[in-house]
C-alpha cells in the first residue's frame, strides 16, 4: 500500500496530567490493534508543525484528545476542516484545524480529518484516569475502529 | 537628564530577556546591556543527587539541546567512573549530536531568523514572523520544517524520543542501534543535504541586502573559542580547546577541556542572571571572547568533510582574518548543518555503530569529572565533584550562551549607537536591536544557574548624602 493510502490517528495529551493522558491510553492500545493495518498511531504531548509532513501523506486523519465539558465520559466526534486563520502560536503548538491548515499551505493537501474527544473529569498531576474517562475507553476504541474501518472484520 | 529604553521581552528567543538602552543628556546612546531575567538554578539543586542521575537530570535544563547537556554531563560521569566508551557507543553519541545540530541550527535559521530575511528588517513585526514566511516564502517554510523534523527523526531513531530521551548514560549509551533504525536514518539524510544546500544557495547570494547588519551585528574584534579535532578540524564532540585572537593568532592551543578554569573566569554583573565568562589571562571584562558557529568557523583550520570544507573556504574568505560580524552565525549555521548530514552520512557507512557493546560499567572511581562538547550555540562545559558515595557535592556550568555574554552586550551597544539618533528609535531600529541578540541564537533558559554571588556593594552616606563610605563583595 503506497504511504498517501496511509492512516494517521494522532492521539495526543499529557499523561501526567490525569484524564488529559487519554491520547497516551489510546495510543498505546490502537497501536497494538492496527499493527498489521496501513494506521500509523501518533503520540505527542502536542501538536506541533512537522505532524503537518505526516498528515500530507495520509488519507485519512483522526485526532483524538480530552475535552473540558459537564459529563465526564462524553465521547464526541467532530468532522474537522482546516482553520481559515492560523495564529501566532503554531511556533509551539497547533490545533487540529491548524494542522490540516499548515498542511494545506506547506504541501497543498489535506486529508479527510476527524476528531474524537472525551470529556474529562480530573486535570491533576497524577498517571491514572478518572473512573468516568476510564469507563468510557472500550466505546472510543470501538468508535475508533469503525472510523477507520466502516466494515469491522475484527473485535477490540 | 538621562532617558532609558526598554525592550522586554525580546522575541524569537529561546527564553526570556530584556534590552536596555541609556541616553546622554544629549539623547545619545550611551550604554546598553542585554539582562537575562530568568533564573533556573541546576548547579545549585543538583547537589545531593547521585552523579549516574545527572544527564538524564540536565536534560531538563533545555528543550531544544537536551542532548548536548546529556552529553557534556555524561562526558563529566565518564570521568568521574574513569571508564573508556566502547567505540560504538562512542560513534552513537556523536551521531546523536549531529541530529541535535540538525534540528537546532534549523529552528534558529529558519523559525527565528528567516523571518528578518525574507521579510525584511523594515516590515511590520506583526507580519514579520513564521506565519508571514508561510505565506511569502511557503517553500522556505517547508524546508525550514522538514530539515528541523529530520534532526528529531535522527534523534528518535537512536534514543527513541525528540525531547529528553534520557538515553545517554554514563559509560556509553542505553541501548545499541538496530538495523531498522540505522536504515531509517540513513534514507533521511540525503533530503537533508538537499535542503541545506538550496537554502545555503540561497542565503550567501544575499549577504549584500544585509550590508547593515553584517556591519553592525557585533561586528568588533574579540577572541574566539571552541573544540578542535587531532587534525585542527572542525570538533562538536571531543577534542581540544583552541583560543585565537581577533587576528587569527593561535592564543592557546591543545588545551584538555578538563583544564578550563585555567583559562576561563566567571564574573557576574549586578542586572543579570547570565553569568559573564571571560579569558582569565585577559582579566575581566577584557577577555571577551566569542562561541558558536561562526567562532568555531574561525578557530579551526577546516570541517573535514568535502562540502562543508567548499563552504569553510568561502566562508574565511569574507574576511582576511577571523570573520567578526557575528550576523554570519546565520551563514556559519547552514555550514555547520552540511558538516553534521555529511559526518551523519560517514557513521551511519561504519557497520561498527550496530555493535552491541554500547556502554562500560563502574564505579566512581574519582572525585571530580569535567565534560565538554559543542552545543549548537557554542562551547558547554559541566564540572561535578562527588563524595564517597557518588552524590554530587558542587556542580559548575558553564553554558554556550553565558560564553558570550560580553560579546552579546557589546553587540547591543553597537547596534544602539549605529541606529538611534537623536533618542528617535523607529521600529525597523528595534528590530535590529532583538535580531542582534538573535545572532547568537542565546538559549537563556539554558543558561542561569548560579546563586549566591552576585556582586554586593555597600554604601555609607551620610544624612546630606555625601558618600562616607563603602565596600564591595
Known amino acids: 500500500m503506497e504511504e498517501e493510502e496511509k492512516i494517521h490517528i494522532i492521539a495526543y495529551g499529557n499523561p501526567l496530567r490525569q484524564d488529559d493522558g487519554v491520547g497516551w491510553r489510546a495510543a498505546q492500545h490502537l497501536r497494538e490493534f492496527f499493527q498489521d493495518d496501513p494506521v500509523e498511531v501518533i503520540f505527542r504531548q502536542q501538536l506541533t508543525q512537522d505532524l503537518a509532513l505526516a498528515v500530507s501523506n495520509s488519507y485519512h486523519v483522526i485526532f483524538i484528545d480530552s475535552e473540558f465539558g459537564n459529563t465526564p465520559g462524553t465521547i464526541t466526534h467532530r468532522k474537522l476542516v482546516p482553520a481559515r486563520h492560523l495564529s501566532s502560536t503554531i511556533t509551539h503548538h497547533l490545533t487540529p484545524a491548524e494542522l490540516l491548515a499548515l498542511t494545506g499551505i506547506l504541501c497543498g493537501q489535506v486529508p479527510r480529518a476527524d476528531l474524537v474527544t472525551i470529556t474529562g473529569a480530573a486535570f491533576d498531576v497524577n498517571e491514572f484516569l478518572s473512573p468516568p474517562v476510564e469507563a468510557a475507553l472500550p466505546a472510543l476504541f470501538k468508535l475508533i475502529e469503525g472510523i477507520v474501518n466502516p466494515l469491522p472484520n475484527k473485535s477490540i | 537628564m538621562t532617558k532609558q529604553i526598554v525592550i522586554d521581552p525580546i522575541h524569537r528567543i529561546e527564553g526570556h530577556g530584556k534590552i536596555t538602552i541609556r541616553l546622554d543628556k544629549d539623547g545619545q546612546v550611551e550604554d546598553a546591556a542585554f539582562h537575562v531575567t530568568q533564573f533556573r538554578g541546576f548547579e545549585k539543586f543538583c547537589e545531593g543527587r547521585p552523579y549516574y542521575e545527572m544527564p538524564s537530570l540536565v536534560e531538563r535544563i533545555c528543550g531544544i539541546c537536551p542532548i548536548s547537556h546529556s552529553l557534556a554531563s555524561a562526558k563529566a560521569c565518564d570521568a568521574i567512573e574513569g571508564v573508556r566508551i566502547p567505540a560504538a557507543g562512542k560513534k552513537l553519541r556523536a551521531l546523536l549530536n549531529f541530529g541535535e545540530f540538525i534540528q537546532s541550527h534549523s529552528l534558529s535559521f529558519f523559525h527565528l531568523t528567516s523571518p528578518d530575511l525574507l521579510l525584511g528588517f523594515e516590515s511590520p513585526?506583526?507580519?514579520?514572523?513564521?506565519?508571514?514566511?508561510?505565506?511569502?516564502?511557503?517553500?522556505?517554510?517547508?524546508?525550514?520544517?522538514?530539515?528541523?523534523?529530520?534532526?528529531?527523526?535522527?534523534?528518535?531513531?537512536?534514543?527513541?524520543?525528540?525531547?529528553?530521551?534520557?538515553?545517554?548514560?554514563?559509560?556509553?549509551?542505553?541501548?545499541?542501534?538496530?538495523?531498522?533504525?540505522?536504515?531509517?536514518?540513513?534514507g533521511l539524510l540525503p533530503e537533508a543535504k538537499t535542503i541545506v544546500l538550496r537554502t545555503i544557495d540561497?542565503?550567501?547570494?544575499?549577504?549584500?541586502?544585509?550590508?547593515?547588519?553584517?556591519?553592525?551585528?557585533?561586528?568588533?574584534?574579540?577572541?574566539?573559542?571552541?573544540?578542535?579535532?587531532?587534525?585542527?578540524?572542525?570538533?562538536?564532540?571531543?577534542?581540544?580547546?583552541?583560543?585565537?585572537?581577533?587576528?587569527?593568532n593561535i592564543v592557546a592551543n591543545q588545551v584538555p577541556p578538563d583544564r578550563y578554569m585555567e583559562y576561563i573566569g566567571e564574573a557576574t554583573e549586578a542586572n543579570s542572571y547570565l553569568k559573564s565568562p571571560f579569558f582569565k589571562p585577559l582579566g575581566y571584562p577584557e577577555g571577551i571572547y566569542r562561541v558558536g558557529p561562526a567562532a568555531r568557523l574561525n578557530v579551526c583550520n577546516g570541517c573535514g568533510t568535502p562540502l562543508a570544507d567548499q563552504e569553510w573556504a568561502e566562508f574565511k574568505g569574507l574576511e582576511k582574518g577571523p570573520v567578526l560580524s557575528s550576523f554570519y552565525n546565520h551563514y556559519a549555521r547552514l555550514i555547520e548543518i552540511l558538516f553534521a548530514v555529511e559526518k551523519a552520512e560517514a557513521l551511519v557507512a561504519d557497520e561498527e555503530i550496530l555493535n552491541s557493546k554500547v556502554r562500560s560499567h563502574a564505579q566512581p572511581n574519582f572525585s571530580e569529572g569535567i565534560g565538554v562538547v559543542e552545543a549548537p550555540r557554542g562551547t558547554l562545559f559541566h564540572h561535578y565533584r562527588v563524595d564517597d558515595n557518588g552524590l554530587i557535592t558542587w556542580a559548575n556550568m558553564i553554558v554556550a550562551t553565558g560564553n558570550n555574554n560580553l560579546a552579546m552586550n557589546k553587540g547591543v551597544l553597537q547596534v544602539a549607537k549605529h541606529f538611534i539618533r537623536n533618542e528617535t528609535i523607529s521600529e525597523a531600529t528595534l528590530t535590529r536591536l532583538e535580531a542582534v541578540i538573535r545572532a547568537f541564537d542565546p538559549c537563556l533558559s539554558c543558561s542561569t544557574h548560579a546563586l549566591g554571588n552576585m556582586p554586593l556593594h555597600v554604601q555609607m552616606l551620610s544624612a546630606d548624602g555625601r558618600l562616607i563610605n563603602e565596600a564591595f563583595r
Not at chain 2, 528518535?156 to 534520557?166: G, T, V
Not at chain 2, 547593515?212 to 572542525?234: C, H, Q, R, W, Y
Open chain 2, 125 to 186: 513585526p506583526e507580519k514579520r514572523n513564521l506565519l508571514g514566511v508561510l505565506e511569502h516564502h511557503p517553500q522556505v517554510a517547508a524546508d525550514g520544517i522538514k530539515l528541523r523534523s529530520i534532526g528529531q527523526k535522527i534523534i528518535e531513531c537512536l534514543a527513541d524520543k525528540r525531547i529528553h530521551p534520557a538515553w545517554v548514560v554514563p559509560g556509553g549509551v542505553g541501548t545499541a542501534l538496530s538495523k531498522e533504525n540505522l536504515d531509517n536514518i540513513a
Open chain 2, 202 to 248: 540561497w542565503f550567501k547570494t544575499s549577504f549584500e541586502k544585509y550590508r547593515e547588519e553584517i556591519k553592525t551585528f557585533a561586528n568588533f574584534p574579540t577572541m574566539f573559542m571552541g573544540l578542535v579535532n587531532g587534525s585542527d578540524n572542525l570538533e562538536l564532540y571531543d577534542g581540544t580547546l583552541r583560543y585565537i585572537d581577533y587576528q587569527g
